[in-house]
């Protein structure tokens, strides 16, 4: 069975990965990971607010006036909020290289271009394969239109690709009026490829202690559902690399991501709950539902379920819309 795909310009050996988060922090779950099939390691984002604080650090050190501009800092997170330093971040990067034989996957989080982006050099020289732009952002500014918002995004892919020759994936939010124009143009900017989608921090209000109440939510599969839906609707359209991340905890939830678009399927919340070794039964599913199915490899499959074949994906949508709300019974 040919589980091979393609994913960023990057030949993988299956199109499962483990997505951003603290798996990758030790070194030995890094090897398990591999171990299990891991097809690439994805590593947890360096943040804009991380690096913009130690600049701001460095500044008071040097300038003999700093309170002049202690204001601007009380915009950033405090020191403790971060565990590690840019630098510590880089070194992982080569400890990282260093210990697995697959491709190695950073991760940037930011929204702003500035001084911060030139990391994204510093990330390709201490030995990354690829670069994943975690764009977190919630417009709140009434004034800022969304051409304005869309735009800032394009001026940092722009940004990062004028420093880097390594292959770069945008990791976006569900949340833009024209989804399918907004990828065409993350390509024209400079981009490789997109990852549906981000999970957003979703804030819950103690109504106790009247503040808000940081929750964090692991995934389930309901959640792929969006993710389904864009991969076939943008997949159908749009020809570039496509990762699907958020609600893939078996292989038949794989399938079907595989089946609407996707190149790849990243899964974080299913390993955290069930360890790495899941990773390895998610694989050995995968290859024998496809033999079971009678497909000769991943290649062969993908794209099979997009909206390649439905003229009109708006109608399609709709009718399925109707369907749905008449089909509840009281």
């Given at each position: ?69 202690a204001e601007a800092l009380t915009y950033l997170p405090n020191e403790e909020d971060f565990d590690e330093t840019s630098e510590q971040y880089l070194q992982l990067i080569a ?11 950073a991760s940037l989080n930011g929204i702003t271009p500035g001084g911060w982006v030139g990391h994204a050099k510093l990330i390709e020289q201490a030995g990354a394969d690829a ?200």
């Amino acid at each position: 069975m040919n589980l091979a795909t393609e994913y960023l310009g990057l030949k993988l050996k299956n199109p499962l990965m483990p997505g951003a988060s603290p798996l990758v922090d030790d070194l030995a779950t890094v090897r398990r990971l591999e171990d299990a099939g891991a097809a690439a390691i994805v590593m947890h984002s360096l943040f804009e607010e991380q690096i913009e604080l130690e600049h701001a650090a460095l500044q008071r050190d040097v300038e003999s006036h700093t309170e002049s501009f202690a204001e601007a800092l009380t915009y950033l997170p405090n020191e403790e909020d971060f565990d590690e330093t840019s630098e510590q971040y880089l070194q992982l990067i080569a400890k990282i290289k260093a210990t697995v034989s697959v491709p190695v996957i950073a991760s940037l989080n930011g929204i702003t271009p500035g001084g911060w982006v030139g990391h994204a050099k510093l990330i390709e020289q201490a030995g990354a394969d690829a670069l994943e732009l975690n764009y977190y952002d919630l417009p709140s500014n009434p004034n800022k239109t969304g051409a304005e918002v869309e735009q800032r995004a394009l001026d940092l892919v722009a940004a990062i690709r004028k420093d880097v020759k390594i292959p770069i994936a945008v990791k976006l939010s569900p949340f833009f009026s024209s989804l399918p124009n907004f990828v065409k143009q993350l390509l024209g900017a400079g981009a490789n490829g997109v990852v549906l989608f981000n999970r957003f921090y979703q804030p819950d209000i103690d109504i106790e202690d009247l503040d808000t109440d940081s929750v964090l939510e692991l995934s389930t599969p309901a959640e792929l559902r969006l993710r389904l839906r864009w991969l076939a609707v943008l997949s159908a359209q749009v020809d570039t690399s496509y990762a699907a991340t958020g609600g893939v905890h078996s292989a038949e939830d794989a399938v079907r991501a595989i089946m609407a678009g996707a190149h790849t399927v990243q899964m974080v919340s299913a390993l955290l709950k069930n360890g790495t070794d899941h990773l390895a039964t998610v694989l050995a599913d995968l290859s024998q539902w496809l033999e079971e199915h009678e497909y000769e490899s991943v290649a062969q499959m993908r794209g099979t379920m997009n909206l390649k074949h439905c003229p009109d994906a708006t109608a399609f949508e709709r009718a399925n819309y109707l369907r749905i709300l008449k089909s509840w019974q009281v």
